[in-house]
Structure formats: C-alpha cells, structure tokens
C-alpha cells in the first residue's frame, strides 16, 4: 500500500517459482516454519491437520475439484498455497511472504463480535452462533489488490445483509464502520505508531446491504486461517482488497462516512470507495491491468472488478435489487474513488 515500493508489487510468479521448487525439492516450508503434513496414516490421530500454509492432510472436496472449477468468467481457482501463503496483514508484516509464518500468534477462539451503534437490537455474538444463525455458503470471487495482484478465491460465508438486518438499523443510519480486533501483544505490528490501529473500513448502508457482499468465515471448504482474517472477515468483491477488512470484532451502524486506516495513512491515493477501477489510476501505478497469481503475464482489469451488473451471487443474481454499477448511478468515480 502507501509504503510498499512498486519493486514488491508483482513478485508473484517469483514466488510461486520458489514453491515449485521447494516442493521439487522436498521442503514444504514457508518463512522458516516445517509443515506437519505428509503423515503417513493419515486420517487417524489427533491435533492438527493443516500445514503452516493450511494445506490439510485431507483435501476438501473443494480443494479436490479446485482443477476443474472456475469463476464465472471461465478463469481457475488460485491454488490453496497462493491463497494461504501470499497475504496483506499489516497488522502481522508488511512482507506478503511473512505474514503465514507468524500469524499463528493471534488466537482465534474464542470469538466475539459485537454488532451496535444506530441500530434497535445490539448484539454480541459467539463466533460458532453466526454461521448457526446465518449459515454458510461458497461464493467464488475474485480479489483485486490496489497493488495490481488478482486470485480467485472460493470463500464459506453469509451475506452481511443478513446480519445488519437482524440488527434493524435505524433511520439515520448511512454507512456502516468495521474493526479488527486491537492486540498489540498478539498482532506485533500494531506496535508501530505509523498507522492508526486498530483497521478500520467502512461501507455506505447500501453497499453493505448488497447481495455479494459477504462475512467470511472460511475459504477452500475449510475455516479460515490466520493469514486470511480468522475468525471473520469482510469480502467485497467489486472493491479493491483493502476494504476486505480481517479479524473482525466490531461492527457499528453510523451516520457519517467512516475514516479507514488507509483514508488516514494516505488520503491522496486511497478513498472511501475503493471501487476497482481500470479508469482511474492510482496516483503511483495504473489499475488497468492486473497480474493474477501464477500468471505471467497481465490481464486487463475489468470495471467493478467484473460485478457491475451482477445483483446477487449465482441463482440470486437476476431481478433483485440494485446491481454493483447502479450503486455508483451518477457519481463521478474518478472524484469518489
Ligand atoms: N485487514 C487487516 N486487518 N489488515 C490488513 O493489512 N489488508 C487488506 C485486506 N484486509 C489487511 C486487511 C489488503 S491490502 C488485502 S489485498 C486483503 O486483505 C488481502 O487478503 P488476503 O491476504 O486474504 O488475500
């Protein structure tokens, strides 16, 4: 983001490169840490079944059939280890390599969120009482970065609709306002006074109220990791990755804009929209176009990431409510970016 110099911005085929052949070699570690998979017998035993990138002894159906299954546009699933080893988390390193190897520090159970501010009915809730409440479900979608990366993603979650309306909103509640939990001792980034921890995002009502917008709770048919915001995290698939805020513990119903971290870090290049944009560049990079993971090379970027007209997700997507574009009716983008 606002600190990170372009040269770290497209390392990714470099990475995987580096994968590749630490797996062609037998190591299966990432930033020092020795995977606990390959048992043999597996199936049986007790503790844990994933390795330090996630990638568990037994694949999920979904991790199975992650060859053959794509984004609506026809394009792959990003492989389990990009997805898991490949993270923005500047609460853990501003290094995208780093961030699977020390996230194991934040504990993830248990998990509250409280939901509040302009709404009839507060709430805390237990983490396992959300998908009980709620349910779960597989969204595919692609994730841009505002740095220029891309992956397709197959997240479990809920709509966040779902949870605000439970909430009952009040009448004057315009926009609603995000928070990661706030532990410096567990989140060694949070020690450094140059952003204003903990992160925060934020959505007008109506965007958080829009179909593709979710709460996530896992991805590849497993919970979440670390790395990836566990236990919660918000996706919003027709905005750049920054808005997709992690480890949530807050969420309020307010009546102004929120301020995000990155509002506050760098107020010239990163607005409260964050809509992706190819006609808007940042002031540092063009958004035209994208390099998705394991690509080598670049793709041009598509208006709202490819959701403008979508009005739901899959089966829901016809006929009901406003689609991503009409959100946007008559506002001049490159201002309100
Ligand atoms: N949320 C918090 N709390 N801290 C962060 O540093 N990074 C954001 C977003 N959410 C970030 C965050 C950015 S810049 C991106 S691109 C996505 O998370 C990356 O999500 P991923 O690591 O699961 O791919």
Excluded at 100 to 108: E, H, N, Q, R, Y
Excluded at 159 to 175: N, V, Y
Excluded at 277 to 293: F, G, L, M, S, Y
Aim: a neutral charge; aromatic letters at 10%; hydrophobic letters at 35%.
């Amino acid at each position: 983001m606002s600190r990170i110099p372009s040269s770290e911005i497209t390392p990714l085929q470099q990475y995987l490169d580096r994968r590749r052949l630490l797996a062609g070699l037998g190591a299966v570690g990432l930033g020092g840490l020795a995977a606990a998979c390959g048992v043999s017998g597996s199936g049986g035993g007790s503790g844990s079944d994933s390795d330090a990138t996630g990638a568990a002894a037994q694949p999920t159906p979904l991790e199975l059939r992650a060859g053959s299954t794509t984004d609506e546009f026809g394009d792959a699933l990003t492989p389990l280890e990009a997805v898991t080893g490949y993270n923005n988390f500047y609460e853990f390193s501003t290094n995208k390599e780093s961030v699977a190897g020390m996230a194991g520090s934040l504990v993830t159970r248990p998990w509250t969120l409280d939901v509040g501010g302009l709404v009839a009915k507060p709430r805390t809730y237990d983490l396992d009482e959300l998908t009980q409440r709620f349910g779960s479900e597989e969204r595919i979608y692609r994730l841009r970065c505002v740095e220029g990366w891309s992956m397709v993603i197959p997240w479990q979650g809920f709509p966040l609709a779902a949870l605000l309306a439970e909430a009952q909103p009040l009448g004057k509640a315009t926009h609603v306002r995000l928070e990661t939990v706030f532990r410096p001792e567990q989140l060694p980034g949070q020690r450094s006074a140059f952003y204003s921890w903990p992160y925060v995002e934020g959505l007008r009502l109506d965007e958080a109220m829009h179909d593709l917008a979710i709460l996530s709770t896992g991805l590849y048919g497993k919970d979440l990791l670390p790395q990836n915001g566990a236990p919660l995290r918000l996706v919003v698939p027709w905005k750049y990755g920054f808005k997709s805020i992690k480890s949530i513990v807050r969420i309020d119903l307010v009546d102004e804009p929120p301020t995000s971290l990155w509002m506050n870090a760098a107020p010239g290049e990163y607005g409260f929209y964050a809509n992706v944009n190819p006609e808007v560049d940042h002031p540092r990079w063009t958004q035209a176009n994208e390099r998705r993971i394991g690509d080598l090379g670049r793709r041009r970027t598509r208006m709202f990431n490819g959701y403008a007209d979508a009005t739901g997700y899959g089966r829901q997507a016809s006929g009901r409510g406003k689609s991503v574009a009409e959100l946007y009716a008559g506002m001049d983008l490159s201002r309100n970016f």
